[in-house]
């Protein structure tokens, strides 16, 4: 599976490109030629909704999840109305990926 994550958190990509790349994903890079089977977007990123809204342009038949802090109940909302397919809590997205990986 080829995921593209979105995140500006060092710690965040470092954790989740180690354990995604483990368990058998390729991780691409924004511009890439590679089209991806799964976006992955950080909603503490700045302008969430516009990213997601261009990922989605350039993607549109690509499952598109989005992470948050699950008390953000309007970033999800926003996300959602932007083009997200799936939504899960900052605590739960290494296991939703891993799941999808072992589908």
């Known amino acids: 599976m080829k995921i593209l994550l979105c995140t500006d958190n060092l710690m965040t990509r470092a954790q989740l490109e180690d354990t995604w790349r483990k368990a058998g994903a390729e991780l691409i890079s924004a511009g890439s030629r590679t089209m991806p089977d799964l976006i992955v977007v950080d909603l503490t990123l700045d302008a969430a909704p516009a990213i997601i809204e261009a990922l989605r342009t350039d993607y549109p038949g690509t499952e598109l999840l989005v992470f948050g802090p699950h008390v953000d109940g309007d970033a999800f909302k926003q996300a959602r109305n932007a083009g997200a397919t799936s939504q899960v809590s900052r605590g739960k997205v290494?296991?939703?990926?891993?799941?999808q990986l072992k589908a």
Request: proline share 0%; no cysteine.
């Open 94 to 99: 290494v296991d939703r990926v891993l799941k």
